[in-house]
């Protein structure tokens, strides 16, 4: 079935980023999980996905902005850029502070895992809207869910 360019851009608003940050928490694990020698591997890892996810959230931000399908609300922009940009800075801060503070840094990591969590908010947020919201529009327009 073919896609609106509007909702197109509404996918890489708000799938693309849930999705993403649920496979950053299973990257996290994995790195953490790995028997390193000591804690200087992985804070540079967990650093470089902090940095890359900072970018990635101001990038979340823009393609939320320029959507034309639905127009986001506060919890829209705390769910999908906010929350996101301060587990990422958290994890990049954990990482410069891993040398001086391992301890500390790494319950900087596990916060961070729990905030990118929100991907699930995420996940069932768009369930619901295309459940209650599309799908109704969808059948009071008299079309079936397939046109």
């Given at each position: 079935m073919p896609i609106a360019r509007g909702e197109a851009q509404a996918g890489d608003a708000f799938a693309t980023p849930t999705i993403v940050h649920l496979g950053t928490v299973l990257l996290l694990s994995a790195v953490l999980s790995a028997p390193w020698h000591g804690v200087g591997t992985a804070a540079v890892?967990?650093?470089?996905?902090?940095?890359?996810?900072?970018?990635?959230?101001v990038i979340v931000a823009r393609r939320l902005r320029v959507q034309t399908a639905y127009q986001p609300e506060f919890e829209d922009w705390l769910c999908h850029v906010?929350?996101?940009?301060?587990?990422?800075?958290?994890?990049?801060?954990?990482?410069?502070?891993?040398?001086?503070?391992?301890?500390?840094?790494?319950?900087?990591?596990?916060?961070?895992?729990?905030?990118?969590?929100?991907?699930?908010?995420?996940?069932?947020?768009?369930?619901?809207?295309?459940?209650?919201?599309?799908?109704?529009?969808?059948?009071?327009?008299?079309?079936?869910?397939?046109?």
């Amino acid at each position: 079935m073919p896609i609106a360019r509007g909702e197109a851009q509404a996918g890489d608003a708000f799938a693309t980023p849930t999705i993403v940050h649920l496979g950053t928490v299973l990257l996290l694990s994995a790195v953490l999980s790995a028997p390193w020698h000591g804690v200087g591997t992985a804070a540079v890892l967990w650093g470089l996905v902090g940095l890359r996810g900072v970018v990635y959230a101001v990038i979340v931000a823009r393609r939320l902005r320029v959507q034309t399908a639905y127009q986001p609300e506060f919890e829209d922009w705390l769910c999908h850029v906010l929350l996101p940009f301060a587990a990422y800075a958290m994890l990049a801060v954990s990482a410069y502070a891993a040398r001086a503070h391992a301890r500390v840094a790494l319950f900087g990591v596990g916060a961070a895992a729990l905030l990118l969590f929100i991907g699930i908010h995420n996940a069932w947020d768009s369930v619901t809207y295309h459940v209650f919201v599309k799908k109704r529009g969808q059948q009071e327009s008299g079309r079936s869910p397939g046109e």
